[in-house]
């Protein structure tokens, strides 16, 4: 078995352009535009190991752990992003859709989404308090994954932040049908899975759409540059968390946590 605190990260990250974009993608109404991103990213999820419940339900009990820290990293910074997209909203409506996501975040008059994630690692007896505090877990590719996701976001104009935004919130519905039959098959007490089936049905993506379709009339280039962005970057993500896992079943495989 190999010791959590020595394992290391042997994992290049690889950023591969993975979404391709049609050349008349422009001309399209957005809707037919974004089916066709879409349906390439559930493809490309759909090839994954990670979401292969045969594959994930012979998972050992380690790296279902494994998973759990990781990914924790992969949602639980996902504040920042709120906060530059916040910092730059232009008028009250889009900052308030910021606010109203972040108090969902907090669960509103329930548990917080975050607590939900504590509730579903601790039944792999996996304490996340403790993870926040050592980030003994986080790892190079889900550092660069974070840093990425605000850098891109600095450096793009307003109506690609929004595009960009409006995307990752559009993926979540997207990943999280993938994600609950993934920890499904990990074969915990349905009530451990909260946090996945809330995930399932929040409704974020809505809250951008008008202003998504808005701006597709004026300036269509960005709306495109911004999912490009957020559907490629994700599907790196993914494919780089599942060798991780694959990767982490190999005990031959010594592993440590890479300088930024
Ligand atoms: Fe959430």
Request: aromatic share 16%.
């Amino acid at each position: 078995m190999i010791l959590m605190e020595n394992y290391t990260v042997m994992l290049n990250y690889e950023n591969l352009d993975l979404i391709k974009i049609s050349p008349n993608i422009l001309d399209l109404d957005l809707n037919v535009a974004l089916e066709t991103l879409e349906t390439q990213y559930r493809e490309l999820l759909k090839e994954l190991p990670l979401f292969n419940v045969i594959v994930t339900k012979n998972w050992t009990f380690e790296q279902k752990r494994m998973f759990t820290k990781v990914f924790y990293h992969l949602r639980g910074h996902f504040y920042r992003f709120l906060w530059i997209i916040g910092s730059y909203a232009p008028g009250t409506t889009e900052k308030k859709i910021i606010l109203k996501n972040i108090f969902e975040e907090f669960g509103e008059t329930r548990r917080s989404h975050e607590l939900l994630y504590f509730d579903f690692a601790r039944a792999l007896q996996v304490d996340i308090e403790q993870e926040i505090i050592t980030e003994e877990n986080y790892v190079d590719f889900a550092r660069k994954f974070n840093k990425e996701h605000i850098d891109w976001l600095v450096e793009h104009n307003w109506n690609e932040k929004l595009a960009a935004f409006s995307a990752y919130e559009h993926l979540d519905n997207v990943d999280y049908n993938f994600l609950l039959a993934l920890t499904k098959s990990f074969g915990l007490e349905e009530e451990s899975l909260l946090f996945f089936k809330v995930h399932t049905k929040v409704e974020h993506y809505q809250a951008t759409e008008v202003f998504i379709h808005d701006i597709w009339g004026e300036d269509p280039r960005s709306i495109i540059n911004g999912f490009h962005f957020i559907y490629n970057h994700q599907i790196n993500m993914w494919k780089n968390l599942s060798k991780l896992i694959s990767i982490f079943s190999k005990n031959e495989v010594k592993v440590a946590k890479e300088p930024m």
